[in-house]
């Protein structure tokens, strides 16, 4: 079995795009781009260790899969922040802001169909499978996106209408990235699937992380500023939370806080994130994520694999929730 | 081997989505509303055509395949008229002015994706080649589409930019239509190569067409105002070919009519109308289309298949060419 290392340097390695050429440059340099300002690169590592479960042979065949998963994932963000309107990413501009609109909707486009071409690698007698998990999931990471924004709109949304939309836009991704390495791997349906689970409850258990560290995290660490999501009133786990809990005094609290703006930026995220601590929603948030880490593991053992085997994922998935960025 | 009338019965049976689900309605509306406004429908019933060369089996794994080709294009339509800031496409408002941006780039995405949904209907045999084809085709567009966004900001550009600039963007998926059928029919490589070169030379044909007719067509048959490439000074085969042409007296006429904006349409339309005319830009159009369609029916000849069931195809391209819309 290879390390966490190994997999870690074997998709570095790879994430120099192959591309056959490089012309026209507007289309194919916000690519390269996209590639290089970094990325933790989880869905192609989380493809390997899956993968690594049932092989070591790690040639063109699955490296290329694993890779169209990054692939995919990084066009997303590129639609994503031109529909967001976000001038950074990574602490570098955006492809929206670096080039310009109809560039950044053009590259994401042929990325899109790039992660096709690296999908194709896959062996063919899993082919037919690999695209439809991958076409699966694709159209659901939409969908994730188009609640996403239209959540935007509702005065308050649902902990269930949440948990919908963090799945289209998040997890699943994550599961079909386990999923697909086991499918190439050969493993058996059942082992497909409760990869799949394993993939998906750590990517709820990832996303409401992300939302947790948004508010809570350590600033220096995290690398941006703390507080978006609140100055945003986005739709993170911990503001339905705290919707859900807050009435009479804290409810009005809320509702006028969630009126300021950028100009009162510093007051709103404190005060926030105060009656997150107040009304409890912090250590709900802390024993959700800590939920869904073990739901994850379970599927985990669902496999039936040898928890000396599955240790890299567990490891992998650990490491992902303890972060501090 | 079907009528051209029950190929077109067949495509537009297809042409109503078939969708697991159509939640949330923002992000799959736009998709049954971009098939509902119509459309000629080419690329599937070249693909049908092709097929019908070899099998009369008209069954979902060539019928979804054929219908990829249209969803792709559809897809590319959406993406283009945020790009071109277009606010109608056939008589109707286009999905980024009928919903808005956002809504444009996703509901584009999405549909992309379901293009390759519809594509992994192809049987297994060919699938990987199928796929192939496919992302090769659908990337090279993005490269025409990009090629054609590069070349508005240059001040002229010659018949060989051109000419590389509409294959990529509209040649080859009419290519790509040809040789999927003949792939889906199990046609041998030396005649599904020829019938890609068919639907090539005939896509170049069919492109130059449309220049001709924004200038010269029958505004009533056209079904849209003439003369908005003249407006816009898209670099249309007869621009390219005009500006080659012109020189002293008639060169800086030209370049002033190019000054020209909204306001003084009338004239400036008439007036680079009267100059394609007087510079024999009009004729030499005419002659290139001829000359691309002969090379096209020579591709047909060459798949060494009789002409009694080449006839659908080259009526097909006949009636493409002599359209007057």
């Not at 190994?6 to 998709?11: A, F, L, P, T």
């Not at 609640?147 to 949304?157: G, R, S």
């Not at 289209?168 to 079909?176: F, Q, R």
């Not at 948004?214 to 503001?239: A, H, M, P, R, S």
Request: hydrophobic letters at 40%; a negative charge; glycine letters at 6%.
């Amino acid at each position: 079995m290879y390390t966490l290392e190994e997999i870690d340097r074997i998709v570095e390695n790879a994430s120099k795009l192959q591309l056959i050429h490089r012309e026209p440059a507007n289309l194919y340099e916000p690519l390269d781009y996209m590639m290089s300002i970094g990325g933790k690169r989880l869905r192609p590592k989380l493809c390997l260790h899956s993968y690594n479960l049932l092989s070591d042979d790690m040639g063109n065949s699955i490296i290329f899969p694993a890779m169209a998963l990054e692939v995919f994932h990084e066009y997303t963000l590129i639609h994503d922040d031109i529909m967001d309107r976000s001038d950074t990413r990574r602490g570098n501009p955006t492809v929206y802001k670096k080039w310009n609109e109809n560039i950044a909707i053009l590259s994401g486009d042929v990325m899109s169909l790039l992660s096709y071409k690296y999908l194709a690698y896959a062996p063919t007698e899993v082919l037919p499978d690999a695209l439809k998990l991958f076409t699966e999931t694709t159209m659901q990471v939409c969908e994730g996106q188009q609640y996403d924004m239209d959540f935007e709109n509702l005065p308050f949304i649902t902990k269930e209408d949440y948990l919908m939309m963090i799945g289209l836009k998040t997890a699943v991704l994550l599961a079909c990235s386990c999923k697909m390495g086991a499918l190439i791997g050969g493993a058996p349906v059942p082992v497909c699937n409760a990869l799949y689970q394993f993939g998906y409850k750590l990517g709820i258990a990832f996303q409401i992380t992300d939302d947790y560290l948004d508010t809570f995290g350590n600033e220096q660490v995290f690398g941006k500023k703390i507080g978006g999501d609140i100055v945003n009133n986005k739709k993170t786990w911990l503001l339905v939370d705290c919707i859900r809990r807050a009435d009479g005094e804290k409810k009005q609290a809320l509702e006028k806080l969630m009126q300021l703006g950028e100009e009162d930026r510093a007051l709103k995220v404190e005060s926030v994130r105060n009656l997150y601590v107040e009304l409890g929603v912090k250590e709900a948030a802390e024993a959700e994520i800590l939920a869904w880490h073990r739901k994850a593991l379970e599927e985990l053992d669902k496999t039936g694999i040898a928890p000396q085997q599955t240790r890299n994922l567990r490891q992998f998935a650990e490491a992902l929730l303890r972060r501090e960025k």
